[in-house]
């Protein structure tokens, strides 16, 4: 299983992006799919999931109120809408796949697999 994150990238205080991941696996839609960051020097960090079918989502608390996670099960993708972004956001951003299907990820790192490349999100002025 590969996955693709994209649409990182510089932004200032208070500004906006999406970010996406692409999945290449055919049973995407049986999975939940985290959001996860990495500033340099700290540990990987939960940022958010959702179930496979959408239905529920979590996020950490730093994010709440900020961030939105979705899907679309028919392009094998997740998305992470982010606003009122701050410079503590900065770090890369990964997405990653549950270890089984039809199961809660959580909100450690050790809960999925199959982490793609990041995609680098830069807050400041």
């Known amino acids: 299983v590969q996955l693709q994150a994209s649409g990182g990238g510089l932004v200032e205080p208070g500004g906006s992006l999406t970010l996406a991941c692409e999945s290449s696996?055919?049973?995407?839609?049986?999975?939940?799919m985290g959001w996860f960051r990495q500033a340099p020097g700290k540990e990987r960090e939960f940022v958010s999931q959702?179930?496979?079918?959408?239905?529920?989502?979590e996020y950490g608390d730093s994010v709440k109120g900020r961030f939105t996670v979705s899907r679309d099960n028919d392009a094998k993708s997740v998305y992470l809408e982010m606003e009122n972004l701050k410079p503590e956001d900065t770090a890369v951003y990964f997405c990653?796949?549950?270890?089984?299907?039809?199961?809660?990820?959580?909100?450690?790192?050790?809960?999925?697999?199959?982490w793609g490349r990041g995609t680098q999100v830069t807050v400041s002025s």
């Open positions: 696996d055919n049973a995407f839609h049986q999975y939940t």
């Open positions: 959702i179930t496979w079918s959408g239905r529920f989502k």
């Open positions: 990653g796949r549950a270890l089984n299907p039809y199961t809660y990820g959580g909100n450690s790192a050790g809960g999925y697999n199959s």
